[in-house]
Structures are given as C-alpha cells and as structure tokens.
C-alpha cells in the first residue's frame, strides 16, 4: 500500500519550481503517474477470472426446501385440473 509520505515523495521528485517574483509550482503528472504504475502495476500477473471456475455448493436443507415447494406446486397443479375437469 502506498503511503501519504511515499506518494508525496513522488510528487515532489516530479514538481518544478521558479522563483522570481513570485513561486510558481508546476507538476508533471503524466511522470508521476508513470513511476506509480510502474513501481505498482508492471510485472504483475493479469487475473483472469471467469464466474465459470467458480465452485459452488448446494446445501441440503436448501436443496430440501426445492423439493418441499415443488411438491406443494405439484399438488396445487393436480387439485386444480382436478377442479377444472
């Protein structure tokens, strides 16, 4: 993780300074974005996730209660083409 000091440590390496009457302050972000991508992100494996791979498990009071329903649905079915017959 990158800490506040770090980041500023950064920050400061890629900042330029003027003195004349005034101080003027410029920064260049697109090198401090560089070095934190690269002292961050390469060489780093991509991750490849696909929810496919994902094993997932079926509990049994779960897989009960399917069966429970699908009986009860089942029987209301049946009453009623009892009842339209």
Known sequence: MLGSDELLGVILSHGEYEMKETTTVS??????????????????????F?????????????????????????SQ???ISKLVN
Do not use: R, T
Not at 64 to 70: D, E, F, T
């Open 27 to 48: 920064y260049n972000w697109q090198a401090v974005e560089k070095e934190l991508v690269m002292k961050y992100q390469s060489n780093k494996p991509l991750i490849d």
């Open 50 to 74: 696909k929810v496919e791979d994902l094993q997932y498990y079926v509990f049994q009071e779960d897989f009960n209660l399917h069966n429970q329903l699908k009986s009860i649905n089942d």
């Open 77 to 79: 079915v049946s009453l």
